[in-house]
Each structure stands twice: as structure tokens, then as C-alpha cells.
């Protein structure tokens, strides 16, 4: 499926626009979007270190989260990555918690 058709065929989770940008961005100016996500994903890769876990865009659509093992999954929105890494850990995650911030700088 082209990214045309993709954009206008799902819906947005509500954490699809943490940013200033409208929701038309994607279609009208699609280097602020990628520019938007990229930075997102930084973010999300940073609290995820200490889980030994990264995530990749996938085509401005989804993501791919990729475990240390090399195995990867696919999943819609940021809603559904959450539940992912909680499961791929096997507890909830907490990226505020003491235990999971002593874990972060341990990682260093």
C-alpha cells in the first residue's frame, strides 16, 4: 500500500500528535511530520535503553519494536507499543519509577 493510501485509510491514536502540529501536517508538509516522528522515536528509544529494546519507524505508519534477540514486531501507534514492550518485558513498565530510573543509569 502506498503512503497516500495508508494516510487517508486510518485512523489517529491520540498520541499520534504530541507536538504543535495540526493533524493536516501529514499531507501538507510531510518533512515536519517525519521531522515530528523522528524526534518522537529518539525519545521513546531513550526511555526503552534500559530494556535493551529500540524502535524504528515503519514508513510513517507504524513502528517496529526490535528486541535484543534480533526478533522485531510491528505495531499501529504508541498505545499499542506500550502494551508491546510490557509484554516483550513481562512486567509493566514504569519509565518514572526509582527501580526503573536506577536501572537507566546503570545502563550508561
Not at 491514536?13 to 501536517?25: E, Q, V, Y
Not at 528509544?45 to 528486541?67: M, Q, S, Y
Amino acid at each position: 500500500m502506498c503512503e497516500v493510501c495508508a494516510a487517508f485509510g486510518r485512523g489517529h491514536h491520540w498520541t499520534d500528535r504530541a507536538g504543535s502540529l495540526p493533524s493536516r501536517t501529514e499531507s501538507v508538509d510531510i518533512r515536519s511530520y517525519r521531522d515530528e516522528r523522528k524526534s518522537v522515536i529518539g525519545l521513546i528509544n531513550e526511555v526503552l535503553k534500559p530494556l535493551r529494546l529500540f524502535v524504528e519507524d515503519w514508513d510513517g505508519e507504524a513502528f517496529t519494536i526490535h528486541l535484543a534477540n534480533g526478533a522485531n514486531k510491528k505495531v499501529a501507534n504508541l498505545g499499542e507499543l506500550w502494551q508491546k514492550v510490557e509484554q516483550l518485558n513481562g512486567s509493566p513498565v514504569d519509565p518514572l519509577s526509582r527501580s526503573f530510573l536506577s536501572a537507566e543509569n546503570s545502563c550508561d
